[in-house]
């Protein structure tokens, strides 16, 4: 097996050799734009919005015209007008909608939104786009050399939805992770935990008791998953078998591959469960499509894969385009690749292989190394607070929770911010999910401080129309309860970070019980 091991990381060295070339961001999105209107220029959408025009602009066009052809052509759709004017004839059994053929499954996604839940198409255009963006990541681990060839050997923990997809009406359902899942190639299998069987596991509390009983069996060396989960399911394993960390139970444990919501505030209670360091590596896999990975171990993000079914926009994030609500104004300023700027914020928009087009995903980004196309998620274009002119991101929470972790000696595995009236003026309520004893005033003050310090208009609210700032801890399992109460529990469900409207009375009535 070492044999084994030698020839796949020297394999893997080999295709990051050939690899290295110049890397041109405008000149693979012009090509991925191309492919993908070639390709749905006869169906309904794209008659209906002139494809042909455009693929004849990309061939024959200057570089921008094709760009200019299509925002005058195709509006912005959020994912009510993606759904009510075309994929709901998809989700019928209609074909060639707004992407060629019959789509076959749909990934079930409410996200952290305040929408029901989304039925998102995943064509086999995008299946195949998410398998060769996951097989060009495990690529990257030959560029980590604190990685011997033996881990190479051992079985990688996908920990995620329900491969047992829900048959509706001549499509299935799930969440992507299972979706994907289920179409595992045949030569990774042999890796691949926690097995057919348990992964159709639809109970998430039933499977991750599977895994923990069957979790001293398997000689793990990647964890794959959302973060609060696979916290959870180690906690579960390390008290089942009365060990002092994971490494007790894998030892070979060295990669986790993490995506879905920062992985900082989860990091000192993470890391809490380890004997020693492991290597993290980032992913971007929304219901949408593989968005962005991490490519090398100095990356400052996460690098946007433009040569692979995804064409993307970006509006700048400002009060020129977006309401104090999140919502796009009618026609907004939007950018290509070439056009953004390091350090500032942008909605994306994406056309993609699964009949998206310029779709607002409703995430936001900053790019931190224009050069590779290195982002980093900022928050939610409608999940920041802004009552009176603060523009707190998610961003701006996440280093705040990190540091005030940190500072105080204590994990917070959780946390939501409410926005809510003060007399004729505005506060925030903070509510925090630590298991860890800590004064809530204290708290208060660390956090109040931090956002200060990283937020030039928070810090002037905070004497004018921002009156207070409170405070109420919670143990962590009083999220999950929640999450559970909502049918959310695993996958990619995460607890929505900025409660707003009548999800607020919904958590307060739900604490009130």
């Not at 060396?221 to 390390?238: D, F, N, R, T």
């Not at 020693?276 to 946007?304: C, K, N, R, V, W």
């Not at 009552?387 to 946390?415: P, Q, W, Y």
Request: hydrophobic share 40%; net charge neutral.
């Amino acid at each position: 097996m070492a044999l084994l091991g030698n020839l796949l990381k020297n394999g893997i060295r080999l295709s990051n050799v050939v690899r290295l070339r110049k890397f041109d961001a405008l000149r693979q999105q012009r090509k991925a734009f191309r492919k993908l209107i070639r390709k749905a220029q006869f169906t309904k959408f794209g008659e209906a919005y002139h494809f042909d025009e455009l693929l004849r602009a990309t061939e024959f066009g200057t570089d921008r015209e094709f760009y200019q052809k299509y925002k005058q052509y195709v509006p912005i759709h959020d994912y009510n007008q993606m759904f009510d004017g075309w994929w709901k004839h998809t989700l019928a059994g209609e074909q060639n909608v707004a992407w060629p053929g019959q789509v076959k499954y749909f990934a079930l996604s409410s996200g952290t939104s305040e929408a029901a839940t989304k039925y998102i198409p995943v064509t086999k255009a995008m299946s195949k786009a998410i398998q060769r963006t996951s097989i060009r990541q495990i690529l990257t681990l030959g560029k980590y050399q604190n990685l011997p060839s033996t881990l190479y050997e051992k079985g990688c923990l996908m920990l995620g939805g329900s491969t047992d997809l829900k048959a509706r009406e001549g499509h299935f359902e799930g969440d992507l992770s299972g979706i994907t899942a289920s179409k595992i190639p045949l030569w990774f299998e042999r890796f691949y935990k926690p097995g057919r069987d348990i992964a159709q596991e639809r109970d998430w509390a039933h499977k991750l008791d599977e895994i923990t009983e069957q979790a001293a069996s398997w000689d793990i060396g990647y964890v794959v998953g959302v973060p609060a989960w696979i916290q959870l399911l180690m906690e579960k394993i390390i008290a089942r078998y009365n060990v002092k960390t994971i490494h007790d139970i894998w030892p070979n444990l060295m990669v986790f591959c993490h995506g879905g919501v920062s992985f900082e505030p989860y990091r000192q209670g993470f890391e809490k469960l380890l004997a020693h360091p492991i290597t993290y590596i980032e992913t971007y896999l929304a219901s949408e499509g593989f968005i962005a990975y991490q490519t090398h171990p100095d990356a400052e993000g996460m690098q946007l894969v433009l040569n692979n079914g995804l064409f993307f926009e970006f509006i700048p994030f400002n009060e020129q385009n977006f309401s104090s609500d999140g919502e796009v104004v009618e026609k907004p300023e939007t950018l290509m690749i070439d056009e953004v700027e390091e350090g500032k914020e942008y909605a994306l928009l994406i056309s993609t292989c699964s009949g998206a087009w310029r779709y607002l995903i409703g995430d936001t980004i900053r790019f931190v190394n224009k050069s590779r196309a290195e982002i980093v998620i900022t928050g939610r274009t409608k999940h920041f607070l802004s009552l009176c002119g603060e523009h707190l991101s998610v961003d701006n929470m996440n280093k705040a929770v990190e540091t005030v972790s940190d500072e105080l000696g204590i994990s917070i595995r959780e946390f939501t911010v409410a926005g809510v009236a003060h007399d004729t003026l505005f506060a925030h309520h903070w509510y925090i999910g630590t298991n860890d004893k800590v004064d809530a005033d204290v708290l208060r003050d660390h956090i109040d401080a931090k956002l200060k310090e990283l937020n030039d208009d928070y810090a002037v609210e905070r004497g004018h129309a921002l009156k207070d700032i409170s405070v109420t801890v919670l143990p962590t399992k009083t999220f999950y309860d929640w999450m559970e109460s909502k049918g959310k529990m695993g996958g990619q469900n995460k607890f929505p970070r900025v409660l707003k409207k009548a999800m607020i009375g919904e958590w307060e009535r739900f604490l009130s019980k």
